[in-house]
């Protein structure tokens, strides 16, 4: 009986028979619900930013570890006993060779470690967990690392001053290395001028 009066008073309204309504109110809901898709969530239908060049991502995660290690090192020296002297004390050695540079890569504990950026020398004994003889940086010590780091390589023929074909990517990123170093460690002397093939460079 009630269907029966629902039907009736449709027909009443409308004019349509009740399949007739039935069938345009579920068009109309089907369309309602199809527009509304179309304006919800606009960030979820915005395409995702294109990825990183892999040059680029693994520049990121080396800088990244290296600061972390950094970091967890200088925890570690501020619980170390105030007694405990953990690196020599820094020397001022003026103008140094490459050959002379050599000496200093850490295998010796009584002399400092020290690495050469673009004919500037700086003691990085601090930093002895990475550039010491097991640290993962051990391969720079001792030697003008400019454009392994420029390059982020790892290679030791990239172990020189030579900035040659290094572009202008590369020299940000070297740039950003000895802004770091220019900051976390002393500088402690410069390359002759014989071994000086870094290219431009402005002294701080």
Known sequence: MVAQGIAEAVQAFTGLSTAAAVTILALMLATYLLVSSLFVAPEAASPSPAPLPKSTQLRQEEEQKHEEKEEEEQQEEKEEPAAFVPYPESVQLGEITLQ???????????KPILIAIRGQVYDVSRGRLFYGPQGPYSLFAGRDASRALALMSFDPIDLTGDLEGIGPDEIEVLQDWEDKFKERYPRVGHLASENATYGNHNDA
């Open 100 to 110: 002379q540079l050599a000496a200093y890569d850490g295998k010796d504990p009584s």
